[in-house]
């Protein structure tokens, strides 16, 4: 390393350290510090390796931005572009792809091996929303006192619970004792992009609906909101549970 090379490193780490941070922005017009560049035009073509003072005065007559868009390559590949625009085109993209991003969602529910048939027909409702949201489900069957002695209880639960949705989702994880705990996962056999699709066609049907029935417009539009929101939920992986 030589000792010009060694010095920048030296400064930037120190700079770092002291609080400020390595800007992700390219080097535009004349921030660019080198002597030529590799210019690319405004639409694409290959302009050669020209000095960096005839290609900042071909920015100027094309009314637009020198932009560094290869920093590391010899000599820095530069493009002639409207960057202002680019970086709008450029935040709708990633704000559209996020939008999009179906990300892997990891619901548990809790139960207990002697659970109430009423609270077995509300988790289980729970697992169904969940399933048909797209998301997977870890199902927690929690023993205690003498009931550890008992996991065939546990293993009858998760078989019915698994067959009561089977419809909707698959077994991904068999039944396997975690200490006190006996643990499965559920798979839903939607994608999640597909429940996220089909909650958005919902969501435009009941507001249609509603518009065409005045009456019942704000319930059904907030009603539809709510729906979305539910299958939109998250946007990193998490885990939500209700113990019985």
């Known amino acids: 390393m030589s000792s010009e090379t060694y010095a920048a490193v030296r ?3 120190v700079w770092c350290y002291r609080g400020g941070s390595i800007s992700a922005e390219p080097r535009i017009n004349d921030r660019i510090r080198v002597p030529e560049v590799r210019l690319v035009g405004p639409s694409g073509e290959q302009v050669g390796i020209v000095p960096l003072a005839k290609a900042l005065e071909l920015a100027q007559e094309y009314d637009l931005d020198l932009v560094e868009v290869a920093a590391n390559a010899r000599p820095p590949v530069c493009k002639l572009m409207d960057y202002g625009k680019f970086k709008y ?7 559209e792809a996020r939008k999009n991003q179906a990300h892997t969602v990891i619901k548990e529910m809790k139960l207990r091996p002697k659970i109430d048939p009423h609270d077995y027909d509300t988790k289980k409702g729970h697992v169904v929303r969940f399933l048909k949201q797209g998301d997977k489900v870890k ?3 929690m023993f205690r006192g003498r009931e550890q002695s008992r996991p065939e209880l546990g293993y009858r639960l998760l078989q019915r619970l698994a067959s009561d949705v089977e419809d909707l989702g698959f077994v991904e994880s068999n039944p396997k004792q975690d200490g006190r705990n006996m643990i499965m996962v559920l798979g839903p056999h939607k994608k999640k992009t597909e429940a996220m699709a ?4 919902a969501q435009a049907a009941r507001k249609a609906e509603a518009k065409a029935n005045p009456g019942r417009s704000q319930n059904a539009a907030e009603t539809a909101d709510a729906e979305t929101t539910d299958a939109e939920t998250a946007e990193a992986p998490a885990e939500a549970s209700a113990e019985a």
């Open 11 to 13: 400064q930037t780490a």
């Open 89 to 95: 085109e450029s935040a709708m993209k990633a704000r």
């Open 139 to 141: 199902i927690t069957i």
């Open 198 to 201: 089909e909650a958005r066609e």
